[in-house]
């Protein structure tokens, strides 16, 4: 369970198979009936969405897989799915349906159960090909990429299984030649790119596209998949980025796909310097926190300003009152020498989690190793209630960290905020484990 360095070279983790929804994830439920300032947000997790739609001054409902403490604070309603409903598409449905009729509110999907739900039409996926040729007529790469039904793949190279509608890395492994495990049909099989991953997340509104940051992905394995997002962070220098080439691809995409609000591109960064197109995501993306995080430390998002609440005025095509981001020729975003973390904490065990007697928020202490002008601050998110039962490779928490500038000790720090909300996982004994 160990995480990847975040500066390191890590492996190609995206999927390509994200379903999406030409309005960016947004369901509208009896028009006649909505608020439109009240919306229901639904997905595995919904809590940075909350709480940045609740910032937006937006009246929240919320269903997500979770219910964790601070989810269910941002919310003004909030209804946890239950294991019948994740397991019927048709009972979720029913009951999404039903609490935005309550609500009045507008259906909000942010990511990971829409796919059950709604099976996509074929309008609306963005093929491989329809991706590829985008990515090249500004001049980047995409891997090869097959169905798995199709049989067909060069000899020489290094292959990812991709499950369909995956999302956050699971249902992605390597193919492993010889063995018994039988690769899905629908399955995509596409070639492996060593690099760093990273993701553009970027706005489209009234006013055209705005490139709002990039940030690198971090992965964590867990068992045979290892390539499960584990979080995001902030880029402490962007340069080496090709801006201009990736706004003029953003804005062929968008007047392709008529798309309004947020949404993200995942790359491979190879050490080439060659820049690897792996996903367009019609929605906003989890890296999206860390981003708002470094826009209002750094003062280019304040007040009652928030990402989603650009999202939902784009999509319902009202203008806000402020830019998202000041404008150049290549609308390269505006600089940050802060560093934002988030880093999702993984149980290594069965266990119950008590995390009531840890500080929700701290600052690193007066003799403690760090090398800027202010120690960091941490943050724990996603905090569940206390007896909470966590299987092995389950999320525990989020760790949150707010840096004024790169340090050195950050690794070591982000370390130690781990090994904190690990140690209130209370191990339960595995009977498959002690045989």
Request: proline share 6%.
């Given at each position: ?8 070279w ?7 198979t994200?379903t999406?929804?030409?309005a960016?994830?947004?369901?509208r439920t009896s028009p006649?009936?909505q608020?439109?300032?009240?919306i229901l ?6 809590r940075?969405a909350?709480?940045?739609?609740a910032?937006?001054?937006y009246?929240?409902?919320?269903m997500?897989l ?6 269910r ?8 799915i ?6 019927a598409?048709?009972k979720?449905?029913?009951?999404i349906a039903?609490l935005?009729?309550q ?16 099976a ?5 996926i ?6 590829a040729?985008?990515a090249r007529?500004?001049?980047f790469?995409?891997p ?9 793949r060069p000899?020489?190279?290094r ?7 995956s999302?956050g890395?699971?249902?992605?492994q390597?193919?492993?030649h010889?063995?018994?495990?039988t690769?899905?049909?629908?399955a995509i099989?596409q070639r492996w ?7 553009l997340v ?18 964590h394995r ?9 979080g995001?962070?902030t880029?402490?220098?962007d340069?080496?980025v090709?801006?201009?080439?990736m ?6 995409f968008?007047?392709?796909r008529?798309l309004?609000?947020l949404?993200n ?6 050490r080439?310097n ?11 993306s989890?890296s ?16 009652n ?5 650009w999202?939902f005025a784009a999509?319902?095509s009202?203008?806000?009152t402020a830019k ?10 505006l ?15 069965h266990g119950?989690v ?6 929700r928020t701290?600052?690193?202490?007066a ?6 002008e202010?120690?960091p601050?941490?943050q724990?998110a ?9 299987q092995r490779g389950?999320?525990?928490a989020?760790?949150?960290i707010?840096?004024?500038s790169?340090t050195?000790?950050?690794a070591?720090i982000?370390?130690?905020?781990i ?9 339960l ?7």
């Amino acid at each position: 369970m160990e995480s990847q360095s975040s500066g390191g070279w890590v492996l190609q983790s995206e999927t390509v198979t994200n379903t999406v929804d030409l309005a960016n994830q947004v369901t509208r439920t009896s028009p006649g009936n909505q608020d439109s300032r009240s919306i229901l947000l639904v997905g595995a997790s919904v809590r940075w969405a909350a709480q940045s739609a609740a910032a937006g001054g937006y009246r929240v409902a919320g269903m997500d897989l979770f219910g964790d403490l601070d989810t269910r604070a941002a919310c003004a309603r909030f209804e946890k799915i239950t294991p019948a409903e994740y397991a019927a598409p048709h009972k979720l449905a029913e009951s999404i349906a039903k609490l935005a009729d309550q609500e009045r509110a507008t259906v909000v999907w942010i990511g990971g159960l829409r796919a059950a739900v709604h099976a996509p039409c074929e309008r609306d996926i963005l093929t491989h090909d329809e991706r590829a040729a985008l990515a090249r007529s500004v001049g980047f790469r995409v891997p090869e990429t097959f169905l798995a039904k199709d049989g067909r793949r060069p000899p020489g190279a290094r292959w990812l299984v991709k499950e369909p509608a995956s999302t956050g890395g699971l249902g992605i492994q390597f193919e492993h030649h010889g063995a018994t495990r039988t690769i899905p049909p629908a399955a995509i099989l596409q070639r492996w790119i060593p690099g760093r991953p990273v993701g553009l997340v970027a706005l489209a509104d009234d006013r055209g596209v705005s490139l709002l940051g990039m940030t690198r992905s971090i992965h964590h394995r867990t068992g045979h998949l290892p390539f499960v997002y584990a979080g995001s962070r902030t880029l402490p220098d962007d340069r080496a980025v090709p801006w201009s080439a990736m706004q003029s691809m953003c804005e062929r995409f968008v007047k392709t796909r008529g798309l309004r609000g947020l949404f993200n591109l995942d790359w491979i960064h190879d050490r080439q310097n060659q820049w690897w197109l792996l996903e367009i995501n019609e929605r906003p993306s989890a890296s999206c926190e860390v981003l708002e995080r470094a826009m209002r430390q750094n003062g280019h998002c304040a007040g009652n300003d928030s990402l989603m609440r650009w999202h939902f005025a784009a999509v319902q095509s009202r203008s806000n009152t402020a830019k998202p981001c000041s404008r150049s020729t290549t609308n390269t975003p505006l600089p940050s020498s802060s560093i934002h973390v988030k880093r999702i904490v993984y149980g290594r065990w069965h266990g119950q989690v008590h995390l009531s007697t840890l500080a929700r928020t701290w600052q690193l202490a007066a003799g403690e190793p760090y090398d800027g002008e202010a120690p960091p601050r941490l943050q724990i998110a996603d905090i569940p209630a206390d007896g909470t039962p966590v299987q092995r490779g389950q999320p525990i928490a989020t760790l949150l960290i707010d840096s004024e500038s790169e340090t050195p000790a950050l690794a070591k720090i982000l370390r130690r905020g781990i090994q904190q909300i690990e140690s209130r996982l209370e191990r339960l004994i595995d009977v498959s484990e002690t045989g």
